[in-house]
Each structure stands twice: as C-alpha cells, then as structure tokens.
C-alpha cells in the first residue's frame, strides 16, 4: 500500500517536471513591463541602437518617404541621424524654450516601449511617437525632399586641383550634359544660408538643386569677375561633378578653390518617392487607427522560448529588419496593428507523391495495397446509397427537381394529365389554394442517424488507409526546423557525433538502444497476453483453474468448505 | 396564462414544418461531409511532423514503430472481425431453424 502511494507521489512529481519544463506556460513569462530596465547610455548611442533605428525609419515613411531599395533607407536614416546629431543633445523647439531637450526626448521615447503579446509567437513593442521628434523628422523631410522622385548622392570631394578664369553672371549655367537620360547641370545660384551676398555653383540633377560646391565664392554682386572651371565627368561607375571658381589677384595666375565631388552613377528608377500631399504639406498629421495617437508598432525579437532580447544598453531588440520597410506606403503606417497577435500563414497542403513501387514491399504493405482499393469500393457503395436513396425519395415523395423553361427562366408547370374531371362533372383536381404540410422531413431524421453511422465507418477506413499506406510514405523533411535554423543544426551536430572510442555516431547508438528497449517493451507486452490468454482458457474449468491458483492453501480452505456443503 | 401557453402551442405547430425542414438541411451537410471524406488530405497536414520525427529518428526507428503500429492494428481487426463471424455464427447456432419465423407469428 504504502509502495502504491510513493509510486504516485513520484509519478505526480515527474509529470510536474515534465510539465514546468516544456514550453506551454511560455506565453505567460512575458510581462507587460511599460518600461524597459535600460541603462544610462550616452545620446549617441542611443541614436545608434537598432531600436531607435526601426522607429526612426516609420516615423520617416509616415512623414512621406517611400523607400525603394535598402540602400536608400540606410542612407535617409543615417543622414537623419546624423542631422540630429548636428541639432545637439540640448535641442528644444524655439516655441518651448522650458520643454525638455531633444536627449531627454528620445531616451524617454525608446524606454516607454510598451510590449504586447497575444501569444509566445510575437511579441510587438509600442511606441508613442512625440510630437517633437514627429515634428522635426516632418521639417527634415520636407527639407530635403520634394514630392515625386528623389535622388540620392554619397558626396566624396576628392580635392583635384586646376585653375581657370571666365566672367560668370547669377543663375548662369555654367555647364550642362545628360547622363543615363538625367540632365546633369551645374549652375550658379544663391547659398540660401547667405541671401545677401554669396554665390556658389550647385549641382542640378533634372532641374533639381541637390548640392552646392564648397567653398562659398565671395561675391556680393552676385555677377563680376571670378575665375571659374567646372566640369563633369563619368567613369563606369562613377560621375565626377568638377567646379573650381576663384579670382585673379594681382600677380596670381589663378586661385584654388575648387572641389571634385564624386557621385555614384544615377539609378534607372528614383530610390526614393516622395508621397503627394504629405511630403512639404505642413498641415498633414496622422494617428494610429487603432489607438488614436501617434503609437508605431514594431515585433520585438525573443528567443525560442518567448524571452526578450535586448541589446548592450538594455533596449529591446526589434525583430524586423531595414528591408522590412522597402515599399511601405505613408497611408500604411497608420494601420499598424498595435496587438502582438500574429498573422497565421496557413501553408498550402502539399500533394503526397506516390512512392516508385519497387519500396513497397513486405507484406504489411502488400495489405496496405489491398486496402486501398476497399476503401475505393465501399466509398462507391456509400455513393451508390446515396443515389438509391435519392432516387426512393423522387418516387415515393415526388420531390423532383423543378424545371426551368431555359429562355424566359420560368418554373415550367408539368403536364396536366387531363383537365380532371371525370363522369357527370366531377372535379378530382388536387386543390392548390392552400398549403399542404411538407411531413417529407421526418425521414430526414432516420437519414441523419444513417449517415452519422456511414460517417464514421469512412472516417475508420480513412485511418487505416493512413497507416498502412500513408505514414510509411512519409519522406523524411526537417519542415517543423523551417523556423529555427539553429536547432536543425544542433540536431545534425548531436546525430553525427562520434561516440567516444566506438566507430559509430550517436544516431546509430540511439537507433541501436532504442531498438533494444523497444522490443523488450513488446516481449512483455505479448508476455502480458500470453497470461492473460492462459488465464481465459483456464477459467473455462473452474476446477482447473482452482489448482492452478497460487494461493495453495486458500484453495485447500475452499475445496474442504465446498466439501463440508 | 392558460391561454398563453395554448398560443405557444399553437406556435410550434404552424412552425412545424419549417422546424421540419431543418432536419432535411442537417441531412444535406452529412451528405456533403460523406462526398467530401474522402478528398481530405490528412497525410498532406500530418507530413511535416511525422517527416521531422523521421528526419531526427531516423528511418529505422521510425518504420520499426510504424510496422508494429500496422501490425497491432491488423490484429486488432482480425481479432475483431473473428469475434463478430463467431458472434453471427455462434448466435445462429444457438436459435432453432425457423425460430424468427415463431418469433414474428407469436406462438
């Protein structure tokens, strides 16, 4: 007895274990902390962390931004990230001098990244997006970007030196080409940063002022005397922007002040589309449609078993990548669903390709073989049922299938067989101004209970014809490893590995002693029948069965009680 | 009262025959589920799993387990079909000839 309860104790303490130890409570671990345990981190690396850069690259497509290749995104958001470093941690809008700094701002908004989790599969992180970093993103872009397509250039001067001297005048185009169906021009304009006085040569591309030449030339008038050259080149890759302007000082030739600036050749298709009436629209806003603020929800990467991962400064770590964001529209950034409930991808029901019949052997699939073609028959057996059954409801209840005259569509009224009355004006015309009770249905109960009964007999048929056809054909894949890449490693690592001092892996040393347990578990197993079966015939004579009872001497005590009787 | 519980009763029963009808659209699903059992694709949702366990068993394991689930279902069904024929045969043993026939008249 008390050998009984040890044994459950210990069988409740293992299935605990088991239990505490597989994944099933996973999706409970996960709190909805609103704020993550991150560390002091200097402004520049928060500006760097691949948090900050997944919000930076919506907050830029929901100002009016359509990337279309990586390199263009990676290129916005380090010239944004940049500009904001240029802005200074100190940085605060001028109609708020006593609001907290641009510093404050963005830690604040990377730390109050709320997680949510509707299961173990995703998690999201919302973050709300404040008002100033939305507004300064908003003035970068309308800055920079203009609606329709966007170019954009890595500047490299390369510091070539040449002289040259000729009278310019303002706005004057200075040098003009096409290049890849691109007007390429370098004209002189004003330095909006000096209205007054300044002129320099700005590279246009399509009519499109991109970039100004440094050094700003020195001229009030905005026409005069200066010594300039300029020239663009292009190599196989590369397209070099040429612009030396200086003036002739007594006894001096020329004057240095020129730059080569390098551009990368100009893509067929624009990297970057500025959105109609969002990008230079100051008036525009938008909300979450879920949530009615500005919230940007992002997956937060975990690890097989739903813990969070973050990175060095304790920020989470989003799942989603920069490429991620390729193509997404300004008008889809509001519908960003903000619950951590994941999309199910159900995948197609892959066809099971039949075996070449040289592996089907043995006899096991030899019956298999036989079976299938049962199955066949007996699912034509329920058809034909069915067609008996439908035809005995056609006779007996005449319910046939309406007719439709095919031209007007009518209902087509069967033949009247006479007009009906019969003898000295009898009319034997069923009437058909009232409703007669359809009480056809009653058979349909019977019929439910039948089909119920055929139902179940397919649904055994369609067992045994997956296991004795089905499982045996099933090909080895690794499609439940689709999603962990490391654990199929781990897997092939663990199988191949050589057993110390034996020349066999640990699958053959796996397959070997399994093998071995598994038939003594079916030795006793057919053990257990043997007696069991040895007990039923036995049982047959009770005399018999008397003697062969262990307990000798109870049946001594029987066999003298029975006598006594 | 009374009279409400007559007028409910009176409900049900011109409601009869479209409460009827409901039987005939239960009817027409099975139908449909019989027609349909067959198409099923079960091993199509069972391949992943069992492919992976194959994959990391390995085909001895995983046909040694499948033989012996084929066998005890055969002999299941054999032993289950045997009962039933000496069920039949050992029930028609018993009955004198004629007795359904005694049976069916009452005497």
Redesign the interface.
């Known amino acids: 007895m008390k050998k009984t309860i040890l044994k459950r104790i210990l069988a409740l303490v293992i299935v605990f274990m088991m239990l505490i130890s597989t994944p099933f409570y996973i999706s409970e671990n996960i709190n909805n902390s609103p704020y993550a345990n991150a560390t002091a981190a200097t402004f520049t690396a928060v500006l760097e962390s691949e948090l900050f850069l997944q919000i930076l690259i919506p907050t830029l497509i929901s100002a009016g931004l359509v990337f279309k290749s990586k390199e263009a995104v990676e290129k916005v958001a380090d010239d944004t990230i940049e500009w904001l470093k240029q802005q200074g941690f100190d940085w605060k809008p001028p109609e708020e001098p006593n609001g907290p700094n641009l510093e404050d701002v963005i830690k604040e908004m990377l730390k109050a990244v709320t997680l949510v989790s509707a299961s173990y599969e995703l998690v999201k992180g919302i973050v709300k997006i404040p008002k100033m970093f939305w507004d300064l993103i908003k003035s970068f872009v309308d800055d920079n970007f203009k609606e329709g397509d966007n170019y954009i250039f890595e500047l490299t001067p390369l510091g070539v030196e040449k002289s040259f001297s000729t009278q310019i005048k303002m706005n004057q185009v200075l040098i003009s080409c096409e290049y890849n169906g691109n007007l390429l021009q370098i004209i002189m304009a004003q330095n909006p940063d000096y209205p007054t006085g300044n002129v320099s040569p700005y590279v246009y591309v399509n009519g499109v002022k991109r970039h100004y030449v440094d050094p700003i030339v020195k001229n009030t008038s905005g026409a005069g005397s200066t010594n300039i050259k300029v020239k663009i080149s292009a190599t196989s890759n590369k397209i070099y922007f040429n612009a030396q302007i200086g003036s002739s000082p007594a006894g001096q030739t020329s004057m240095l002040i020129s730059d080569l600036v390098e551009y990368p050749p100009i893509q067929e298709e624009a990297p970057i589309y500025g959105y109609p009436n969002i990008v230079d629209n100051d008036n525009f806003d938008w909300n979450n449609n879920y949530t009615g603020s500005k919230d940007i929800s992002i997956p937060i990467e975990t690890d097989i078993y739903g813990n969070i991962k973050t990175d060095e400064n304790e920020y989470y770590l989003p799942s989603i990548d920069t490429e991620d964001w390729i193509g997404v529209q300004p008008t889809e950034i509001p519908n960003l669903d903000p619950s951590g409930t994941p999309i199910p991808e159900i995948p197609e029901?892959?066809?099971?390709e039949n075996q070449d019949d040289d592996e089907q052997t043995?006899i096991?699939i030899y019956?298999?073989n036989i079976l299938q073609p049962i199955?066949g028959q007996l699912?034509k057996i329920?058809?034909g049922v069915?067609t008996i059954v439908s035809t005995t409801n056609k006779l007996v209840f005449n319910t046939t299938k309406p007719e439709l005259d095919p031209i007007t569509g009518e209902l087509v009224e069967p033949a009247a067989a006479g007009d009906g009355i019969i003898g000295n004006g009898i009319d034997t015309r069923i009437p058909t101004d009232f409703e007669w009770?359809?009480?056809r249905?009653?058979l349909?109960?019977f019929?439910?209970f039948i089909?119920?009964i055929?139902?179940l007999i397919?649904?055994i048929l369609?067992f045994?014809q997956?296991?004795?056809v089905?499982?045996?054909?099933?090909?080895?894949?690794?499609?439940?490893?689709a999603q962990y890449p490391n654990i199929l490693e781990g897997?092939n690592y663990v199988?191949n590995l050589q057993v110390g001092g034996l020349a066999i892996t640990v699958?053959q040393a796996?397959?070997f002693v399994?093998?071995i347990f598994?038939y003594i578990f079916?030795i006793k197993q057919i053990r257990k029948m043997y007696n069991a079966h040895v007990y039923e015939e036995s049982a047959e004579n009770p005399r018999i069965s008397q003697d062969m009872k262990m307990d000798y001497y109870e049946n001594i005590k029987n066999k003298r009680w029975s006598d006594n009787k | 009262m009374i009279v409400d519980f007559f007028e409910m009763v009176g409900d049900v029963l011109s409601n009869f025959t479209s409460i009827l009808s409901y039987f005939g659209n239960i009817r027409t699903i099975m139908e449909s589920v019989i027609s349909e059992i067959g198409d099923y694709n079960v091993i199509g949702a069972l391949e992943p799993c069992f492919g992976t366990i194959r994959y990391v068993a390995g085909d001895t394991v995983y046909m040694t387990l499948a033989r012996f689930l084929q066998i005890g279902l055969f002999i299941l069904l054999v032993r289950a079909l045997y009962e039933l024929v000496s069920m039949i045969l050992l029930q028609l043993g018993a009955q004198k000839p004629l007795s359904w026939l005694k049976t069916f008249l009452n005497i």
Request: proline share 4%; hydrophobic share 60%.
């Open positions: 029901m892959p066809e099971v043995g096991l019956i298999g199955v699912s329920v058809e069915k009770g359809s009480f249905h009653f349909d109960i019929f439910i089909y119920f055929v139902i397919l649904i369609k045994l997956i296991v004795f089905g499982i045996p054909n099933i090909a080895a894949n690794t499609d439940l490893f897997v199988k699958h796996f397959e399994f093998l598994f079916i």
